[in-house]
């Protein structure tokens, strides 16, 4: 359980530093917290009570109380959204911290690297693409 754990902070850790790079208000410490909470949780639901319950439901939680964490995050200012690429990188950091704790950590390593694509490369290619970056997000 410690391994695991260590891995979701870990894999989160990689989201957040793309993240405080680019300069964005939740960076490191958050997307660490948010995996190593979703982890913690799944495992505790799964463990922590004798085997009794659906661990699946805390699963479905833990997806929901991260999309209200995330929402804090979008603001709209002069019809521009701001925070929706770090609202759903918290999304997904959540999720593979949850993939972390059911053991499927090739499956999180593999989403962490597919994240990274998803916010480096992407962007690159839509910067040329549309000849200008995307709306600012983050």
Same mark, same amino acid.
């Given at each position: 359980?410690?391994v695991r754990?260590s891995?979701?902070?870990?894999?989160?850790?990689v989201?957040?530093m793309?993240?405080t790079?680019r300069a964005k208000t939740?960076?490191?410490?958050t997307? @660490? *917290?948010? !995996?190593?909470?979703?982890a913690?949780f799944?495992? $505790?639901?799964?463990?922590g009570?004798?085997?009794? /319950?659906?661990?699946?439901?805390?699963?479905?939680q833990?997806v929901s109380?991260i999309? @209200? *964490?995330? !929402?804090g995050t979008?603001?709209?200012?002069k019809? $521009?959204i701001?925070?929706?690429?770090?609202a759903? /990188?918290?999304w997904v950091?959540?999720?593979?911290?949850?993939?972390c704790a059911t053991?499927?950590?090739?499956?999180?390593?593999?989403?962490?690297v597919l994240?990274?694509?998803?916010?480096?490369?992407?962007?690159?290619?839509?910067?040329?693409?549309?000849?200008?970056?995307?709306?600012?997000?983050?």
């Open positions: 359980m410690i754990l891995l979701a902070g870990a894999l989160g850790m989201i957040g793309e993240r790079y939740a960076g490191i410490r997307h @660490f *917290l948010v !995996a190593l909470g979703s913690l799944v495992l $505790v639901s799964r463990y009570f004798g085997g009794v /319950g659906d661990p699946g439901r805390v699963a479905a833990v109380g999309g @209200f *964490l995330g !929402a979008i603001i709209m200012q019809q $521009v701001h925070g929706l690429t770090t759903a /990188g918290m950091a959540s999720g593979i911290g949850m993939a053991g499927l950590c090739l499956v999180a390593v593999i989403a962490t994240a990274l694509v998803g916010l480096e490369v992407l962007g690159l290619f839509n910067k040329v693409i549309r000849g200008r970056p995307e709306e600012p997000v983050g």
